[in-house]
Nanobody, 120 residues
C-alpha cells in the first residue's frame, strides 16, 4: 500500500499551494499522516503531522503560522495548505503513515512525492 502526494508546482515567494495525500485501497480516516520535505541535497525532514487518534496536529517550527494540515474524509485525503511560501520551502514533499511523535524511520507507505519550487 502506498500513499500518493500531489499538488506541487512552481510558485513565487509569498504564494500558496495545497498538497494532497491520497490512498487507494484503504481509508486514511484513522491513520496518523505525516508530511515530509526533502530539499535538494538534504535529508528528508518532518514538516507536519495529523494524529489518527484524536486529530491533534503538529507543525515544524519553520512552517508554523504558514502551513496547516487537515483531513478531507470525503476525498480520503490529508491536505497540507502552504501559504507565504519561501524559497527554502523548495523540494519534494512526501506523505507517509506512522506515529506523529515517532521517528521518521518508523513511517511507512511512502509514495513518490510531489515537487514544490518556490522562486524568489
Amino acid at each position: 500500500v502506498q500513499l500518493q502526494a500531489s499538488g506541487g508546482g512552481l510558485v513565487q515567494a509569498g504564494g500558496s499551494l495545497t498538497l494532497s495525500c491520497t490512498a487507494s485501497g484503504f481509508s486514511l480516516d484513522d491513520k496518523s499522516i505525516g508530511w515530509f520535505h526533502q530539499a535538494p541535497g538534504k535529508e528528508r525532514e518532518g514538516v507536519s503531522c495529523i494524529s489518527g487518534t484524536d486529530g491533534t496536529t503538529y507543525m515544524e517550527n519553520s512552517v508554523k503560522g504558514r502551513f496547516s494540515i487537515s483531513r478531507d474524509n470525503a476525498k480520503n485525503a490529508v491536505l497540507l495548505q502552504m501559504n507565504n511560501l519561501r524559497p527554502e520551502d523548495t523540494g519534494v514533499y512526501y506523505c507517509a503513515t506512522g506515529l506523529c511523535y515517532g521517528p521518521l524511520s518508523d513511517f511507512t507507505s511512502w509514495g513518490q512525492g510531489t515537487l514544490v519550487t518556490v522562486s524568489s
